[in-house]
């Protein structure tokens, strides 16, 4: 079988996993081709600053690193599309793109069964912030991203035609030109290896890690599965919410100001929304989008009288985009609603603690609502909606019912959902494969580095990575002088 892996991010553990994965099979019979990628591209990478150099060619010490690991495979840097075709499609695609008035249509954005619209929207919303940026306003910058996803996308179409490859292994396809590649390989019906590091583990699926449906399948199969009593792997699962808790977490605050509610409330946890889009039709907003939906909340809970809604911004607001913040910040306190802001102090363990139920959008506290025996409703698909943790609606009737009487459910239903809730806690501390040749070093909360593969040292010394983020924020301050003098 011949396998062909391709590789943009240069994080280091993204790294690792490829050169495991190859050294795992160096006496195998499957030949492998290896195409670094991450510095030859139009549009700079975001995860590819350690394959940086004026040269466009990826540090040589990593030709080594491959050969060490797998004596027999072939290794390219170069990325080579035809420029015509490109240039021609991307022409193209811009006349259809003059049709298009918000976000949403570019997910239908199609040209020779070619639809890179999911990529760009993701790529868009993560390097601004903002989920409602004007398509208008960001024309050249879509012009860079369409032509840079289809000389990858049309790169990846010529390895796969010319080396007859059987089957194409890649990072999990969050990033912009990772979505390039899996877009061809499956215009080519060509079988996809998808990889992801979990903690100092990594994972291996053809599905990809951003079907919600299939991951929360392996979860559950992961789950059932182990050879261990459910008290044991639910003492295992606790501890991803204990972590949470813990000082290791970032968004944690010690304060421990109470807040003083006039009534019993539920609380609505935000999350962002830049985190999901762009990710499929798996992930839905069936009752609008979030803000919408938290001043829709708002109305139901003005019109009774039993319950306050604390509205709890997600502290990582503060690193949103200002049409963001904007967004929120016209989110008003009404006669039964209040807002706790990303900047206050609040914890919102304290707020989780003494609430009678959560609301939210697919927040994490969602989950660890679950995990306090407190009754949480999402209100859209989420990354936990199938783990029996949270009720779901789809209506607004179901929502006014949930609030009313729907959140009462039984100490014994409490304490379903909290062992389900293990289900993800137990995933994150055992799933996946060990590294085998690889030195690994914690970082940070959930956080690894990879330090050597089989006594070889992956980063480099400090001078030359001083030198490749430089590059890198050269060639991004290039693409931002091009598009704002229309280059």
């Known amino acids: 079988m011949k396998k ?33 990628w991450g510095s030859s591209t139009k549009y700079p990478g975001r ?21 060490k690991a797998n004596r027999y495979t072939t290794y390219s840097s170069s990325l080579q599309f035809n420029r015509n075709w490109v240039k021609s499609t991307t022409s193209k695609f811009m006349h259809k793109i003059e049709k298009v008035t918000n976000i949403e249509e570019l997910k ?15 790529e868009i919303a993560t390097i601004t912030k903002n989920i409602d940026f004007s398509v208008i306003s960001n024309k050249k910058l879509l012009e860079v991203l369409i032509e840079s996803y289809l000389e990858v996308y049309d790169a990846t179409i010529k390895i796969l035609t010319n080396n007859q490859i059987d089957a194409i292994i890649l990072y999990n396809g969050r990033f912009f030109h990772e979505r390039a590649v899996l877009d061809a390989a499956k215009f080519k019906n060509i079988h996809v290896e998808i990889y992801e590091t979990i903690r100092n583990r990594y994972l291996i699926q053809s599905k990809g890690f951003h079907s919600r449906i299939n991951n929360q399948k392996i979860m559950i199969d992961h789950w059932n599965e182990a050879n261990m009593s459910d008290e044991q792997k639910i003492e295992i699962g606790s501890v991803y919410y204990k972590e949470l808790r813990s000082d290791a977490n970032p968004f944690k605050t010690n304060s421990r100001r109470d807040y003083l509610a006039e009534k019993p409330y539920f609380v609505y946890f935000s999350s962002s929304d830049d985190e999901y889009i762009g990710l499929g039709e798996e992930w839905e907003k069936n009752l609008g989008n979030q803000i919408n939906c ?118 014994s239903e409490k304490k379903i959902r909290k062992a389900n809730s293990c289900i993800r806690g137990f995933f994150l501390a055992t799933a996946g494969t060990n590294f085998k040749y690889s030195v690994l070093n914690e970082t940070g909360f959930g956080s690894w580095q990879a330090l050597t593969f089989n ?22 301050l290039r693409i931002k002088w091009m598009i704002n003098n229309g280059k």
Not at 368 to 394: M, N, R
Request: hydrophobic letters at 40%; proline letters at 3%.
């Open 455 to 476: 006594g070889i040292k992956l980063y480099s010394d400090n001078f030359l990575t001083y030198y490749q983020k430089i590059i890198s924020r050269i060639k991004f």
């Open 294 to 411: 938290v001043k829709k909340l708002q109305e139901i809970f003005d019109g009774q009288e039993k319950f306050e809604l604390l509205i709890r911004l997600h502290p990582n607001l503060r690193n949103k985009s200002k049409e963001q913040k904007s967004a929120w910040g016209k989110v008003l306190q009404s006669k039964s609603t209040k807002i706790i802001d990303e900047k206050s102090d609040i914890s919102s363990y304290i707020l989780l603690d003494s609430a009678v139920g959560t609301i939210t959008f697919g927040s994490t506290m969602g989950l660890e609502s679950a995990f306090a025996e407190k009754p949480s409703l999402t209100l859209a698909d989420c990354a936990y909606d199938l783990l029996g943790v949270v009720d779901k609606a789809k209506t607004w009737e179901e929502v006014e019912n949930w609030i009313n009487y729907g959140y009462q459910i039984s100490a």
């Open 4 to 36: 062909a892996i391709v590789q943009f991010a240069s994080n280091s553990l993204h790294v690792a996993v490829t050169l495991e994965i190859l050294k795992d099979c160096e006496n195998s019979n499957n030949q492998y081709f290896y195409y670094i």
């Open 47 to 67: 995860a590819s600053v350690y394959f940086e150099s004026l040269r466009k060619l990826p540090p040589k010490k990593y030709l080594g690193i491959i050969k």
């Open 108 to 122: 239908s954005l199609n040209h020779l069964d070619i639809n890179p619209g999911p990529a760009l929207i993701n």
